[in-house]
Every structure is written in C-alpha cells, then in structure tokens.
C-alpha cells in the first residue's frame, strides 16, 4: 500500500507564510503528477497546484504570484510554499499523487488525510 502524510499547517495572520510537505511512503515503483488541493467549509475540493515529475507546475489563478509547488523525487516529497496569506486560503490542504505501486504496476491516484491551514487576524 501507498501512504501520503501532510505537513505543516496551522494558524497565521494574513500575510504570513508556510511551508506545506507531503511524503509519499510504502510499495512505490514511481510517482507521476503531485498537487496540493484544498478545500474550504461549504465549498468544493479545489486544484491548487500540480506538479509533474519532471518539474512542470500549475497553478490555480487565485494562487499565481504567492505560491509554489515545489517537489523531491529522491523523497518523494511535495511541498507547498505559501506566502502573503490571505483569509480566504483558509482550508483543509489536501495531498493527492499518482502512484504506480509495486504491487500493481498501474497509476492508482492517493490521498493525504489533510492539514488545516486558517488564516485569521
């Protein structure tokens, strides 16, 4: 079996910063696509950024410009760089990966039980 574990949330005021991390662990052959999503209370599961394993990255428009996804293959670790939070990236961030298992040798996608982020003042 594969496991994800998130990192890193918690309570800041707007403005500030964190680093998110997701470590993937147990039966892994490879890792394709990584990202964050995140979802907010009454509201859907959101992409927030994905990244390929060879580097490339996207974006959700409403991050552009204040965060970036970031990711160690030799780990296989993602991380999640936000800065200049703002109230309504408040969410529970959710990790998600392909993983090609080495029990099953195909892309099963996996998920991380979550990290709360709340940006308060």
């Known amino acids: 079996q594969v496991q994800l574990v998130e990192s890193g949330g918690g309570l800041l005021q707007p403005g500030g910063s964190l680093r998110l991390s997701c470590a993937a662990s147990?039966?892994?052959?490879?890792?394709?696509?990584m990202g964050w999503y995140r979802q907010a209370p009454g509201k859907q599961r959101e992409l927030v950024a994905g990244?390929?394993?060879?580097?490339?990255?996207n974006y959700v428009d409403s991050v552009k410009g204040r965060f970036s996804i970031s990711r160690d293959n030799a780990k296989n670790t993602v991380y999640l760089e936000m800065n200049n939070l703002k109230p309504e990236d408040t969410a529970v961030y959710y990790c998600?990966?392909?993983?090609?298992?080495?029990?099953?040798?195909?892309?099963?996608?996996?998920w991380g039980k979550g990290t709360l982020v709340t940006v308060s003042s």
């Open positions: 990244i390929t394993s060879g580097g490339d990255a």
């Open positions: 998600n990966a392909e993983v090609v298992s080495t029990l099953t040798y195909y892309a099963t996608a996996y």
């Open positions: 147990g039966s892994i052959f490879s890792i394709y696509t």
